[in-house]
């Protein structure tokens, strides 16, 4: 989602067709809740997505595919849009209390929107107020960009970075696609070619990475050879296709010297209260499997060696 220069009032009345229902409830909690009203009231209840994806089900609803179109259920909607749809089955309900079972079914429905708006204005309030000191801040952070960023690479360095997790933690958005990216063999470049080359290998990945990336992506390097990329609200696909894009990039790096290949670890936050910086181990180890994969292929040694035939 890019947040950039829109009104805040748009920003509520389009943004929520951004969301799904893990981005405003909390799903095992709202799941305990809808079990113990079932057995309070002898219903059986199903909550899916907008296009009618199964989210929380209560009760026997196999083979049952929701159209959401010719039957759509109960709607919840938060802000005019519709997020969710409830269908209920009160086939076992005793007729005296079908109509007080009904109320509290259009209560339940009223209270997922009331809930869900809650949720939706205190995220998009959250990242509109970020946008608000960014702008006002604008002229220091110009003057102060090169505190921010590594000298080397042009990317956040380690403590701005730490930073930029935060704030993206604060905003609550999920999920955030977490990406560890890794050089492989860095140390041979330097052992072999020295502090120019391995110094200049450095910079053509974070290069690499800055090419591929979408301007809503954040870079940083946290370690010599290590850089981590945010893609907050990533969609489905998206962090995949970006680390196969920067690895295809890097095999065909042509130079006499330098062999750019790099490992990538990739896991999601996708639950708010997770910290992001709690997700870096699990990336890391992703990145250590796909490093072994990558230099035992076939021909990675060959190519990481012909500069020494230079």
Same mark, same amino acid.
Not at 101 to 120: C, F, K, M, N, P
Not at 135 to 156: C, F, I, P, S, W
């Given at each position: 989602?890019?947040?950039?220069?829109?009104?805040?009032?748009?920003?509520?009345?389009?943004?929520v067709?951004?969301? !799904? @229902?893990?981005?405003? =409830? &909390?799903?095992?909690?709202?799941? *305990?809740?809808? #079990? /113990?009203?079932?057995?309070?009231?002898? +219903?059986?209840?199903?909550?899916?997505?907008?296009?009618?994806?199964?989210?929380?089900?209560?009760?026997?609803?196999?083979?049952?595919?929701?159209?959401?179109?010719?039957?759509?259920?109960?709607?919840?909607?938060?802000?005019?849009?519709t997020?969710?749809h409830l269908?209920?089955?009160?086939?076992?309900?005793?007729?005296?209390?079908?109509?007080?079972?009904?109320?509290?079914l259009?209560?339940?429905?009223?209270?997922?929107?009331h809930?869900?708006?809650?949720?939706?204005?205190?995220?998009?309030?959250?990242?509109?107020?970020?946008e608000?000191?960014?702008?006002?801040?604008?002229?220091?952070?110009?003057?102060?960009?090169?505190?921010?960023?590594? !000298? @080397?690479?042009?990317? =956040? &360095?380690?403590?701005?970075?730490? *930073?930029?997790? #935060? /704030?993206?933690?604060?905003?609550?958005? +999920?999920?955030?696609?977490?990406?560890?990216?890794?050089?492989?063999d860095?140390?041979?470049?330097?052992?072999?070619?020295g502090?120019?080359e391995?110094?200049?290998?450095?910079?053509?990945?974070?290069?690499i990475?800055?090419?591929?990336?979408?301007?809503?992506?954040e870079?940083g390097?946290?370690?010599?050879?290590?850089?981590?990329?945010?893609?907050?609200?990533?969609?489905?696909?998206?962090?995949?296709?970006?680390?196969?894009?920067?690895?295809?990039?890097?095999?065909?790096?042509?130079?006499?010297?330098?062999?750019?290949?790099?490992?990538?670890?990739?896991?999601?936050?996708?639950?708010?209260?997770?910290?992001l910086?709690?997700?870096?181990?699990d990336?890391?180890?992703?990145?250590?499997?796909?490093?072994?994969?990558?230099?035992?292929?076939?021909?990675?040694?060959?190519?990481?060696?012909?500069?020494?035939?230079?």
């Amino acid at each position: 989602m890019n947040y950039k220069s829109v009104p805040f009032d748009k920003r509520i009345k389009e943004n929520v067709r951004n969301y !799904a @229902l893990d981005n405003l =409830y &909390h799903i095992d909690t709202l799941t *305990e809740y809808c #079990k /113990a009203l079932c057995a309070v009231a002898g +219903v059986e209840l199903l909550l899916t997505e907008r296009h009618g994806e199964k989210v929380v089900s209560v009760g026997n609803f196999a083979g049952f595919t929701p159209d959401v179109v010719e039957d759509p259920g109960r709607k919840v909607r938060v802000y005019g849009r519709t997020i969710a749809h409830l269908y209920a089955k009160t086939d076992d309900v005793p007729v005296q209390r079908k109509d007080a079972v009904e109320r509290l079914l259009d209560g339940l429905t009223q209270i997922l929107s009331h809930w869900g708006e809650e949720a939706y204005l205190h995220t998009e309030s959250s990242i509109y107020m970020d946008e608000l000191e960014e702008k006002v801040g604008m002229q220091h952070v110009q003057t102060a960009r090169g505190e921010n960023e590594d !000298a @080397l690479t042009g990317v =956040y &360095h380690k403590l701005y970075f730490e *930073e930029r997790m #935060k /704030a993206i933690d604060r905003a609550e958005v +999920v999920p955030v696609a977490v990406i560890n990216v890794n050089i492989n063999d860095w140390k041979f470049v330097n052992d072999n070619f020295g502090d120019e080359e391995s110094d200049r290998l450095i910079k053509t990945i974070a290069d690499i990475l800055k090419q591929e990336k979408k301007p809503d992506y954040e870079i940083g390097r946290v370690d010599g050879d290590v850089f981590i990329v945010l893609i907050p609200a990533a969609e489905d696909g998206e962090a995949e296709d970006y680390c196969r894009r920067v690895q295809e990039a890097c095999l065909h790096y042509e130079d006499k010297i330098l062999a750019p290949s790099v490992a990538c670890g990739l896991v999601y936050k996708t639950n708010v209260e997770e910290l992001l910086q709690d997700k870096l181990p699990d990336a890391e180890y992703e990145m250590f499997d796909n490093k072994f994969m990558i230099k035992n292929a076939p021909g990675y040694r060959e190519r990481l060696e012909h500069g020494l035939k230079s």
